[in-house]
């Protein structure tokens, strides 16, 4: 007999083979019909999947809502393939994972690519196999088989993985009802009749290589979005509704900010009023750091390969490394542009190698820590064409970067400092913010009581800046650290709901180690500095990005590039319009006046859509009166108010929130 520990403590003791479906049925019958998954020793597991030895047994429902979310995207991926494959005989799958909302799966047509005015033909086809609840069953299949059976089927990019898989890996199956199967791990829901058919919806097509790389075959991949019922889609489906609004790239290309093309893919072309956003930014930070004791620095784009190499950089990132050949290029016509044995270097990634650089000219003794370098360091990764995605995902991009060396007894007061910094930054810009620490993952640099007492010093600081609660949706997660040091994550919640990764800390041991960087301590030795990695916007381009659709354009007025438009009724107000323009540049107000001869209902509809926080409106009688009308966007109505109560009015709201 087997004993199963429940998670009150009680003990059951049952036959092998019985299912955690007989476990929640023998309990009672509202569990049984409640009870949708298992997690077996930690591990989620399909309900109907048998019991081999003894075991921790906690019964998942829908009210453990992470998990039946994952569940059911997971199954509707699946059944999307089916459905596919029913519809479309010889079409090819390959791989259909679920995904933050939802879940695609990437297809082989036959004939032609799938197009949207296939999507509501297999959303029926979709509701047609849910109803039906075919029974989702687990198969252990031999290697040698399951290739055998997917070359017979045709189905070539499943026969090239499961061949691929290692030697020793269990491969398992999920049979949907009869004929039908997929390579998966699982877990899967007991049958498909346990989705609600009205919680999903299939919402776009695009292309997509086969395992991401742009030399394999292009696939039609397939998306849609998937939930526990038809409340919670609808919700959803609102959500994207109002993120279509405040898209970033719809926005930037109707305010004249920036935009992306082809010559080069994934580098952003600002134009002056986005760059204008940018110095904001920039001086705003500047300000911040120079406050906190940083010192900026410029370092260079391209350094060798062995300087990579040495970093660690080489062997575990290059793939996502720019590699400039370190010779000049052949002329001529004929032969090779670059010979065989040209050194190598790169275009850097990362900042932080070259911070240590700096930090190991001349020699620093224990009184010179913590030493503070920060950089807007202009950085380049490798990122494939089809994860490119506005200014959210680009090649291209600049950090506000900083590294801090210090002994390790300053750790956890450097840490918490930095919270603070970034509470007071975040706070400016109307965000609020969970804070998450990313731990070991599974390939690592460093020994097992250096990570532990990195991950301690981070917990110690977090406690220290009180944000290890509740409040601030503390959490740790295992295996998310980066490869050379445990981190502190900030996730930023925007006026919609949605949150983004932005700010980070890292606490690393390793890259000091491996690039030679020593102080000498008050015992006249050379010691490591600890070095800490952190950033607080994480890059300018994803951080506007963030900001653009945080306020659906309509930014706050010290960021917003045209602060006041100065708009004419008739032109006789000109030359007064002309005099207002001029005193609001006087008072630091970034102004424009509107002259044309327009009507003044098409100029405030025009600006509104600008997203122009302050229209000033003048005509005779505000020429006359030495007035303007203020109308503020989002405001009904308008004030009639003197040049100089504007000029003050506008003025302290035109100036960033540390400067007020």
């Given amino acids: 007999m087997l004993k199963i520990t429940l998670p009150d403590g009680s003990v059951r003791e049952v036959a092998?083979?019985?299912?955690?479906?007989?476990?929640?049925?023998?309990?009672?019958?509202?569990?049984?019909?409640?009870?949708?998954?298992?997690?077996?020793?930690?591990?989620?597991?399909?309900?109907?999947?048998?019991?081999?030895?003894?075991?921790?047994?906690?019964?998942?429902?829908?009210?453990?809502?992470?998990?039946?979310?994952?569940?059911?995207?997971?199954?509707?991926?699946?059944?999307?393939?089916?459905?596919?494959?029913?519809?479309?005989?010889?079409?090819?799958?390959?791989?259909?994972?679920?995904?933050?909302?939802?879940?695609?799966?990437?297809?082989?047509?036959?004939?032609?690519?799938?197009?949207?005015e296939d999507l509501p033909a297999i959303e029926a086809k979709m509701r047609e196999i849910i109803a039906a609840d075919k029974p989702l069953q687990r198969e252990v299949w031999q290697r040698e088989d399951l290739i055998a059976r997917w070359r017979a089927e045709g189905e070539t990019f499943k026969a090239e993985w499961a061949a691929e898989l290692p030697e020793g890996e269990e491969l398992t199956v999920y049979r949907s009802g009869g004929d039908w199967l997929d390579m998966c791990r699982g877990p899967h829901l007991a049958s498909t009749g346990k989705l609600d058919p009205a919680a999903f919806k299939l919402t776009r097509v695009s292309g997509a290589y086969w395992r991401g790389d742009q030399k394999n075959a292009m696939l039609s991949r397939i998306y849609g979005t998937g939930w526990l019922n038809k409340k919670q889609l609808a919700e959803h489906l609102t959500r994207l509704e109002e993120a279509g609004k405040r898209d970033h790239r719809k926005l930037g290309a109707e305010m004249d900010l920036f935009h992306l093309q082809q010559e080069a893919h994934g580098s952003v072309f600002w134009h002056p009023k986005g760059y204008l956003i940018w110095r904001e930014l920039e001086a705003y930070m500047r300000r911040a750091i120079d406050a906190a004791g940083y010192r900026e620095v410029k370092t260079p784009q391209v350094m060798d390969a062995r300087q990579w190499e040495q970093s660690g950089h080489w062997g575990k990132y290059r793939e996502n490394m720019f590699v400039i050949p370190d010779e000049v290029p052949n002329a001529e016509d004929e032969g090779p542009l670059v010979s065989d044995d040209a050194n190598w270097m790169a275009l850097k990634p990362m900042n932080c190698p070259a911070h240590v650089l700096i930090f190991r000219q001349g020699i620093k003794s224990y009184r010179d820590l913590p030493l503070r370098l920060y950089e807007n360091g202009c950085c380049h990764r490798n990122e494939p064409h089809g994860a490119l995605h506005g200014l959210m995902r680009v090649r291209q991009f600049t950090q506000d970067d900083a590294h801090i060396f210090c002994r390790e007894d300053q750790i956890v007061e450097e840490v918490r400092a930095f919270c603070a910094l970034a509470d007071r930054i975040y706070n400016d810009f109307g965000f609020t913010y969970s804070i998450k620490l990313a731990l070991r993952p599974d390939k690592r640099f460093g020994s097992d009581e250096m990570w532990d007492k990195a991950e301690n010093e981070l917990r110690d600081a977090v406690a220290a800046a009180g944000l290890n609660t509740p409040e601030y949706g503390w959490e740790e997660l295992p295996g998310e650290g980066a490869f050379y040091a445990p981190k502190l994550e900030w996730h930023l919640t925007d006026a919609i709901g949605r949150t983004w990764q932005v700010g980070t800390i890292q606490s690393d041991r390793v890259l000091p180690e491996r690039l030679d960087a020593s102080y000498v301590a008050e015992d006249g030795e050379r010691h490591r500095p600890v070095m800490l990695h952190r950033a607080i916007f994480g890059s300018y381009e994803r951080f506007i990005g963030i900001l653009i659709e945080h306020y659906a354009g309509k930014f706050p007025q010290w960021l917003a590039p045209v602060q006041a438009v100065v708009a004419t009724i008739v032109s006789d107000a000109d030359s007064y319009a002309q005099q207002v323009v001029d005193k609001l540049r006087a008072a630091g107000i970034r102004a424009e006046v509107d002259l044309r001869n327009e009507k003044i209902n098409y100029k405030v509809r025009e600006h509104s859509l600008a997203k122009v926080p302050n229209l000033l409106v003048v005509g005779r009688r505000e020429a006359d009166e030495g007035t303007v009308a203020l109308r503020e966007l989002g405001k009904e109505g308008q004030s009639v108010l003197s040049v100089d109560d504007v000029i003050e009015r506008l003025a302290k709201e035109s100036q960033a929130p540390d400067m007020r």
Avoid: C, N, W
């Fill in 16 to 116: 092998p083979g019985t299912t955690p479906a007989d476990i929640a049925a023998a309990i009672g019958p509202g569990l049984a019909k409640a009870a949708i998954a298992a997690r077996v020793d930690g591990e989620l597991r399909d309900i109907m999947r048998p019991l081999e030895q003894d075991a921790q047994l906690a019964l998942v429902t829908s009210r453990d809502e992470a998990d039946a979310l994952e569940l059911a995207r997971h199954d509707f991926a699946h059944i999307l393939a089916e459905a596919v494959q029913a519809l479309f005989p010889g079409t090819q799958i390959t791989f259909g994972p679920s995904t933050d909302d939802g879940f695609y799966y990437d297809f082989a047509p036959k004939d032609r690519p799938f197009t949207e």
